[in-house]
């Protein structure tokens, strides 16, 4: 039986005490969840954001990282800034790092590779936009972008990962894709993980949906067999709604 996984995506959003702050009040909501629940806060936010989780169940993660361990890549951070910090998960390929930062889907896979060389859990996104669902291609892009991202890991690695499908048309849109949307790419998700990585893979890697999951709509979304969870943004910014959904 797999686990139930919400991680919330922060964006750029919350400076360090409004972090603490939205931490400790969501902290009481969220105890003795049955649930997983991670937050992804920004880099200047870690610190704080694994101090208030202390003594808790909830996890963090980092929103993004570079695929080299040091050198002069000015703004970048590497894996073992967030390891030995003490995070745990790291978001890679969300579609606005591929929007807007020119993320490929060879620098998601560089990427994924490195997370596991430091034991990092990657939440690996993907996602169609709203012209290739028009044009009919989402099954094949979604599992082109799942086989490139996980391209080299070994099975055992691929049961760790957790993929997270966002359509990028219902991102922030308040447009959510239906269950059956949702639940039919996750579906193809996992058939193409089975497909590479075998039955065991496929059974035991975590599939979310992410896009405009909110607390009227997270329960129904959850309960369809493939999805074992959802990537949050705005939803998750708010302690309350945000509980209610690690609660679905
Ligand atoms: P919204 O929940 O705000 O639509 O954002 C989804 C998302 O991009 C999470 O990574």
């Not at 400790?24 to 200047?44: M, R, W």
């Not at 040091?70 to 998960?89: D, F, H, Q, R």
């Not at 086989?147 to 991102?171: H, M």
Request: proline share 2%; hydrophobic share 40%; aromatic share 6%.
């Amino acid at each position: 039986m797999r686990k139930t996984v919400v991680a919330g995506n922060w964006k750029m959003n919350k400076t360090p005490a409004q972090t603490t702050e939205l931490i400790n009040e969501l902290k009481p909501l969220v105890a003795g969840s049955e649930n997983k629940c991670i937050v992804c806060v920004p880099y200047t936010n870690l610190a704080n954001a694994l101090e208030a989780v202390r003594g808790t169940e909830i996890e963090v993660g980092a929103q993004n990282m570079y695929f080299e361990e040091s050198g002069a890549y000015t703004g970048e951070i590497a894996p073992n800034m967030l390891t030995e910090m003490g995070v745990k998960y790291v978001i890679i390929g969300h579609s606005e790092r591929r929007q807007y930062f020119n993320e490929t889907d060879e620098t998601v896979n560089k990427k994924v590779l490195k997370a596991f060389e430091h034991d990092l859990i990657p939440i690996i996104c993907v996602g169609e936009s709203l012209e290739q669902r028009e044009q009919g291609i989402t099954f094949e892009l979604v599992a082109l972008q799942t086989k490139i991202a996980l391209l080299g890991l070994t099975a055992d690695q691929v049961k760790k990962c957790i993929i997270a499908y966002e359509p990028i048309w219902a991102i922030g849109t308040g447009k959510t894709a239906t269950s059956e949307q949702a639940q039919e790419v996750c579906a193809k998700i996992r058939e193409t993980v089975a497909s590479v990585y075998g039955n065991d893979a496929a059974e035991e890697i975590i599939i979310q949906y992410g896009g405009s999951v909110n607390a009227g709509n997270s329960a129904e979304l959850f309960a369809k067999s493939d999805i074992d969870g959802g990537l949050v943004g705005g939803a998750s910014l708010k302690a309350n709604d945000f509980s209610v959904i690690v609660n679905s």
